[in-house]
């Protein structure tokens, strides 16, 4: 990685994290300094809350199951009949 990228990334990050720690430890002496500071304007400001709009879901038959009986066929090989099972003890 070149130099200079690494040192730009270096630089964003470390005013990133200066500028997060000046937003959580910054403070007003009065109320008027505080209605004025840009900071906490967009921190008290009343965030948009969220609506949802979807349908109801409507719930009708789409078909009816019908069930088959389902009889397996017992297939019997003849070289099932040839083997030879364990020896008793």
Do not use: Y
Not at 22 to 33: D, G, L, M, V, Y
Not at 53 to 62: E, L, Y
């Amino acid at each position: 990685m070149k130099f200079s990228v690494r040192w730009l990334a270096w630089l964003c990050l470390s005013l990133m994290l200066w500028t997060v720690a000046a937003e959580s430890t910054h403070n007003h002496p009065s109320q008027t300094e505080s209605a004025s500071c840009s900071i906490c304007a967009l921190a008290h400001s009343a965030s948009p809350v969220s609506i949802s709009n979807s349908a109801r879901p409507i719930f009708t038959t789409v078909g009816v199951l019908q069930e088959k009986e389902v009889i397996a066929k017992a297939r019997l090989s003849v070289l099932d009949l040839g083997i030879r099972g364990p020896p008793a003890v």
